[in-house]
């Protein structure tokens, strides 16, 4: 068999070896695996996506990005940790198998067609990485590069969209007769903006709708683009475009992926690419591109993966703490940092006039903002597919936790003044955010482990009770319940402050009270 | 020096190409620029010229198929002057131009099945890798298409000497066309066959009936009629002279040393490394073996002198494996129609 492993050579061992298959039956199907891996078109019984996701992603690890880091660390058990310098920089080596989020997420985006911006400095590999993706989903490196937008000054909306035909333009009578030449880029399965905050104001709203709403429109014709992953590129994304990047397109970023810095140890390898001219988007083995039909399938089964109740409700919990602003508003459901923005208030006199919490503790005081919806659907879909490339199923915790800080980059807006940052060893994650939402999440999940939710929720036990459905719920049942929505209440309104948690709780304590007091009102009218 | 369809394809992909064969030299170092240039001249070449003359369009993307492979083969000595399977390389040479109208259709699927198989017929012991790369051209007069050549070469590597393959290669045959099928099985389209699901049926029940004679022939005896295994001195596997059990429609062989799961039929035998505990394993069977080497099956008996003093043997419902202290061989006796 073979020793070496030449330039195209995609792994045919497992890429993630799990449990070892039970016997093997004889199948004729066997005499064409050998040396040649994958040479069966895959819709007839080929690798499953999940293993060709991981062929992709250690083949562009192991050959087409020179140095990279392994910044998504997974332990399979204990594990070597060394300390560094006065600032105590831990040093892990990981025992799991671990991954580069340069490369991963991209890919990941890839798998589920989100949009994804690669920000960093000139020259670390982000239009490459993009090209990269343009490549596996099966289009020449031609064609990829001619369909790459690059955002300048001077972008017009015709620019980014079409034409108008000119004859048409002389000649029609109405805006239906006027046929538009949409650029060529709109009906692709990758789609790559390059430099997207030097785009000008008014093309970033253009932008905005095939980005968001999956079609352009130019002179009322209307043009539907296919499902696409998006790779937005950005030089400085903290307002050092040439045009500031309107809120709707910052919003509509799913996951921000960091381009780390280029490792010196690797300029021999630098050397050699120089030398002989290598460009691996023109080498990708044709074995890791993927069909329309195949990238169609991943998505479909990266929506099959399992997320957990007890990973739904410490995503609930971790999400929860952030919109709650108790000096917003008098009444209860208006106590959220949106009303104060929305009012144009200065947020730090209102977070001031906050007493007797503990601001330390409270998460949500170091946030500006909470979540969207839109986002935290972002976390559930990129969970699920984090888990589906590592071969698994179901979600796991570490997941979530190694994904979130990604799909959330953009999303959270730290307060740069909140008192965490001033606690020693936290200066650098006003700096750091990929860091900050990772510890952000770590310390919602010691508080959620500390407050024996997993085994202790009144919530959750009734939530339960209500998924089962009203129907043949007897008028004792439910005023029953009700009580005991009123009980939870009273208990917790004795000594308990408000907290993003608790707030939520409550709202939704409230929304079954008001269900059951509707259903009672009913079966009275009955 | 190279002209013709292979020659403009490279000139016009000059830098790709170069940079390709830089890339796979970075990793592997010891790859040769004149092997792989002569290796491109006498065997790429010749079945990028075959696919040009059938199909130019698809010349350029066979081309970049059969680069790509080359290289990565090249680098790992499947082909090339340093190979340790001549028939890759034979088969690359010869067989492939044969296979362009199908290389046109399906390139990699085509030319990598078709090295694949030559690699595990090649590294099968008792397989015939030649006698594959020969049945594949009567092939292509009758399939349609790469997928039903392809399937039709599975049912081929069977009769190759693959006996492993032989049940699931049977009803591979009930799925292709029945020429295609006849032609797999060695027969002749045009000659008068019983239906294909009696004949497979008929194969299926008896791995020593051969194709040509699809029901048991009447002067059927019982004879040997496969000697399988050798001494390790002499390239064989066993260190010992092994014992044979049964297990299931198959045998199992062990030297003491080493556990085999033997597979046989008309085409040949296969062994296969097995984990399995010998002590457990029984089965009833028609065949019997005295001390004197004589043989029953039925009212059927017969006299094998070799067999005397056997000192293992298992049956299944259509054979007896006999080993002897003085032999590193598993005598497979069956009845069967001609002397073997």
């Known amino acids: ?526 | 020096m190279l002209s013709g369809p292979f020659a403009q394809i490279l000139e016009a992909n000059r830098s790709r190409f170069n940079a390709r064969f830089a890339e796979a030299r970075r990793i592997q170092p010891r790859l040769d620029p004149l092997i792989f240039a002569e290796c491109l001249r006498s065997t790429v070449a010749q079945v990028v010229e075959a696919v040009h003359h059938v199909r130019p369009e698809k010349a350029a993307e066979a081309a970049e198929v059969l680069y790509d492979l080359s290289l990565d083969l090249l680098g790992q000595e499947f082909l090339g002057p340093n190979s340790r399977y001549p028939f890759i390389v034979e088969g690359w040479r010869f067989l492939l131009p044969r296979l362009s109208r199908f290389i046109a259709e399906a390139p990699r699927e085509v030319v990598g099945s078709t090295t694949n198989a030559l690699y595990n017929l090649s590294t099968t012991p008792g397989a015939r890798p030649g006698e594959w790369a020969a049945s594949l051209p009567k092939l292509v007069e009758v399939c349609p298409d790469a997928p039903t050549l392809l399937r039709a070469g599975q049912v081929a590597a069977w009769r190759a000497g693959m006996a492993h393959y032989r049940l699931s290669a049977l009803d591979l045959c009930r799925d292709l066309p029945p020429p295609v099928a006849l032609t797999a099985l060695g027969l002749s389209p045009q000659a008068k066959h019983p239906p294909l699901d009696t004949l497979i049926d008929s194969l299926k029940a008896n791995p020593w009936l051969h194709p040509d004679s699809h029901l048991p022939p009447p002067t059927s005896h019982l004879q040997i009629v496969s000697r399988v295994g050798a001494f390790r001195g002499f390239g064989g596997l066993f260190l010992e002279p092994p014992l044979v059990w049964p297990a299931g429609d198959d045998f199992v062989v062990s030297d003491g040393e080493g556990t085999w799961l033997l597979m046989a039929d008309v085409f040949g035998a296969t062994f296969h490394r097995a984990d399995i505990k010998v002590s457990s394993l029984k089965a009833s069977s028609p065949f019997t073996i005295n001390k004197a080497g004589s043989v029953s099956f039925g009212k059927t008996s017969r006299a094998f002198p070799e067999l005397a003093n056997a000192n293992s043997s298992a049956g299944n419902n259509t054979t007896l494996a006999v080993t002897t202290p003085l032999s590193h061989a598993v005598y497979l006796i069956a009845l069967a129609g001609e002397e073997r």
């Open chain 1, 1 to 526: 068999m073979p020793k070496a492993t030449p330039f195209q050579h995609v792994s045919e061992a497992p890429t993630h070896p799990g449990p070892k298959p039970a016997a093997k039956v004889f199948d004729v199907a066997d005499l064409y695996k050998g040396p040649v891996a994958n040479v069966q078109p895959s819709q007839d019984g080929g690798a499953p996506m999940d293993e060709k996701l991981r062929q992709a992603y250690f083949w562009i690890v192991n050959h087409a990005i020179i140095s990279p880091h392994y910044d998504l660390e997974y332990h399979d058990g204990p594990h070597q940790t060394f300390t560094f310098g006065d600032t105590k920089t831990k040093v892990n080596l990981p025992s799991g198998q671990s991954y580069s989020s340069f490369v991963l997420l991209p890919l990941l985006n890839f798998a589920v067609r989100r949009r994804c911006l690669l920000v960093g400095g000139p020259g670390r590999g982000k239009t490459s990485s993009a090209i990269l993706m343009g490549v596996l989903a099966g289009y020449p490196v031609k064609e990829v590069r001619r369909g790459m937008q690059h955002g300048q000054p001077q972008m017009t909306i015709s620019d980014l969209l079409g034409n108008p035909l000119p004859a048409d333009l002389v000649n029609a009578k109405s805006m239906d007769e006027i046929h538009i030449s949409w650029r060529r880029w709109l009906g692709m399965r990758v789609k790559i903006i390059d430099e997207y905050n030097r785009i000008p104001t008014r093309t970033q709203s253009a932008l905005l709708t095939v980005l968001g709403d999956n079609y352009a429109e130019l002179l009322d014709q209307i043009y539907e683009c296919p499902d696409a992953a998006w790779y937005l590129t950005a030089n400085d994304d903290a307002g050092g475009g040439t045009y500031q990047v309107i809120e709707a397109l910052r919003d509509r970023i799913d996951i921000v992926v960091k381009t780390l810095h280029f490792n010196n140890r690797f300029l021999n390898e630098l050397l050699t690419r120089i030398e002989e001219g290598i460009e691996p988007a023109e080498v990708v083995p044709p074995q890791i591109i993927f069909t329309g039909a195949e990238t169609e399938r991943m998505y479909t089964d990266v929506m099959d993966v399992a997320l957990p109740p007890e990973i739904r409700r410490r995503m609930e919990f971790f999400a929860s703490q952030f919109e709650f602003l108790e000096p917003a508003a008098e009444q209860l459901e208006y106590k959220t940092k949106d009303t104060a923005k929305l009012a144009g208030v200065d947020f730090h006199l209102l977070a001031a006039q906050e007493t007797g919490k503990d601001r330390l503790k409270d998460l949500g005081a170091q946030t500006k903002n909470g979540l969207s919806v839109r986002a935290l659907m972002t976390v559930m879909i990129f969970a699920k597919a984090l888990t589906y490339f590592r071969g698994n199923r179901v979600v796991a915790l570490e997941d979530v936790r190694q994904i979130i800080p990604f799909v959330l980059h953009d999303k959270l807006a730290p307060d740069p003044d909140a008192l965490f940052f001033e606690a020693p060893g936290n200066a650098a994650l006003r700096i750091d955010r990929v860091s900050w939402i990772r510890r952000l999440f770590d310390l919602a999940c010691a508080e959620y482990d500390r407050l024996n939710l997993d085994k202790d929720d009144p919530v959750a036990a009734l939530e339960v009770e209500f998924a089962q459905g009203l129907q043949g719920v007897t008028e004792q049942e439910a005023r029953a319940r009700l009580v005991k929505i009123e009980r939870i209440l009273a208990e917790w309104s004795k000594g308990r402050k408000l907290y993003g948690h608790i707030y939520d709780d409550v709202l939704k304590l409230k929304y079954l009270h008001q269900r059951y007091t509707n259903y009672l009102k009913w079966l009275m009218y009955k």
